[in-house]
């Protein structure tokens, strides 16, 4: 009797957590190191099986150098099953909104604050690195505001109005006119924009990587996604690290969001090799990341996701982790917890189970310990 208390109990609490809307903030602890920089790396759809994959299957798996772990909840304001809107929405306004809504509140549709916006204010700089489009709708949820996270042009137009330091990714298509070969019917060449604006513009990964930016810079190498991780000739730990090194410069610290995107995309594809090539390219990143705060304490590395993908589970392999085969329950979401890895100052607000929301909440606390939501 007593485990099936335990169980409905447990159900309960999960389903209550969903069902809570954005409930009155909690106050972060009194005391808690404040990080000058944040990095944050979000896999895409990486669940805890995913993780699993990796270190089981890959020696010096980054994962294993995280001194604080917990889980997040991962619903949406209006749905138990999230998709990346919401997801990333809730880690980077601290508020859950609707599915398919970029950072607009899910009653009013008023903007909520990203925490790109708050570090614009303390004057921070701030950057992103994908392998989707830079207005896919991660990357979006952290400068942009729209109802549908399918309004691409209007992503890319809101990007070019923030202040944002670095946008590295693809999505060349939704800021050039198809008159030049790009996607717009407005005729608006945004690369224009951001270039009257005093950005750099970089069309591919041996420009940028062979000319040491000194200034704000867009870097986009393909039309929409970038190529798959075994079909660059660049991981995603190259471009992390010139990231890094232009933010680093910068004197009142900086907030960095990495995205692995296409580890979602195999969990959809059912596709075990490029969810593993994914996931590896993706630790390339984690590692570049934590190799930084190592060097500079000042650095909080925080490694989450959105939610998961696939309902993937290991279900048979080797001892050593050679030749895992993996299993598939669905080509969509689910709602199953996320992991949370934390290194550096702070780190250790980021155990035990939490809302996907409080992820948000408390960065947002460790830029500005008195903001209010």
Known sequence: MRKYFLFFFFI???????TSGNPAPESPAPGSPIPKNIIILIGDGMGANYVSTSVLSMKNDPFRKFTTTGFSVTCSADNLVTDSAPGATAIATGYRTNN???????WSDKPLTTIFELAEKLNKASGIVVTSS?????????VAHVKNRNDEFDIAEQETERKTDLFIGGGIKFFTPKSVGGGRDDGVNLISKVKSNGYDYYSSYEKLKNSKPGKKFYALFDKERLPKATERNYTLSDLTKIALDYLSKQPNGFILMIEGSQVDWAGHQNDQAYLLSEMADFNTAINAALDFGEKNKETLVIVTADHETGGMSIIDGNLDGSDLKLDFSTKHHTADMVPIFAKGPG???FSGIMDNYMIGRKLFWMLDSNYSF
């Open 347 to 349: 780190e250790k607000e």
């Open 100 to 106: 398919r809504t970029i950072s607009e509140d899910p």
């Open 134 to 142: 830079i207005t896919h709708a991660t990357p979006a949820a952290f």
């Open 12 to 18: 309960f609490v999960f389903l209550e957590s969903c």
